[in-house]
């Protein structure tokens, strides 16, 4: 299995594996965890998802514990759209506890982390989704560092995509909208949707 990137860096320990089991570093996942809580940003997060390798969208990810020596410390909360969430917890890095991932195929997944935020169905407007556009680039910027957070990528805007296979936005399965879409009044009806930065 290998390790891609969406947004930012990731450094994580690979444990032990079993059939269908994927077991990885608490502490790996907690240095990104903690980069958003740094960050203090309100809407914008990271995702953690399992990737295909061959880019055919997400790996079937069943369920996950968190375990340290062998005593189950937590469980890992799967979403419907994939994503998994992670508690943040310090202990939990300083006890070194491992993440075990119930997965088919682990060996052909890839770890993707994605800066992002989640909005439930309803309406949203410009000056909320600018909010979330902002958030995202303060985001970046902190994952990047000093003196890299000079040299991140141009945020141009923002991406929009349902959370459940089939919806679309406007007859299209996935919006884009740049800064100037992102002044005035304008509103949008959603279904849920995951907000990404458009780069």
Known sequence: MKYSLIAGALSLLAVSAQADTLSLGYSGFYKHLDTVDD??????TLGFYLSRSDGNGLCTLHSGIIEMEGQQKGEVEVLPHGEFILP???QLDSDKAVVKLEVDNPVQCDISIQIQAVLPAGATDAAQLS???DEMKTLLEEMAGW???????EVKGVQLQPLQQGESIEGLPKLALDDAALTGNRQWQLPAVRVTPWL
């Not at 003196?147 to 990528?153: A, I």
């Open 39 to 44: 960050a203090g940003t309100e809407q914008a």
């Open 88 to 90: 943040y917890d310090k």
């Open 131 to 133: 909010s979330i556009r």
């Open 147 to 153: 003196p890299g957070r000079y040299f991140v990528p």
